[in-house]
Nanobody
Framework: QVQLVESGGGLVQAGGSLRLSCAAS??????MGWFRQAPGKEREFVAR????????YYTDSVKGRFTISRDNAKNTVYLQMNSLKPEDTAVYYC??????????????????WGQGTQVTVSS
């Protein structure tokens, strides 16, 4: 089992920044990722970091604006979100993948999920 606790969501104006955090405890894992789900839409991949090597992946719409990072000592992953747009509004979820998979955008790759944190970007 992995327990995930997210924090850092909120309301921000377009062009602003937020940093999400997700603290993990329990068993070890290969990677942590961030997904988001907007009202009426499917949950979609945002970013991922492979824990031991630090390799990162992003969906195209956030490249250059979002940065995923980790603090190994705290077992915590961060998502720094800059230049936020109204279309970034969603509930953001962190998740862990126990094993390697090259299907890193696929929700089925991830075994444990956080409770979600709301990010709202006003225009």
């Amino acid at each position: 089992q992995v327990q995930l606790v997210e924090s850092g969501g909120g309301l921000v104006q377009a062009g602003g920044s937020l940093r999400l955090s997700c603290a993990a405890s329990g068993r070890t894992f290969y990677a942590m990722g961030w997904f988001r789900q907007a009202p009426g839409k499917e949950r979609e991949f945002v970013a991922r970091i492979d824990w031991s090597v630090g390799r990162t992946y992003y969906t195209d719409s956030v490249k250059g604006r979002f940065t995923i990072s980790r603090d190994n000592a705290k077992n915590t992953v961060y998502l720094q979100m800059n230049s936020l747009k109204p279309e970034d509004t969603a509930v953001y979820y962190c998740a862990t993948a126990t094993y390697y998979s090259n299907r890193y955008i696929d929700r089925a790759t991830y075994d444990y999920w956080g409770q979600g944190t709301q990010v709202t970007v006003s225009s």
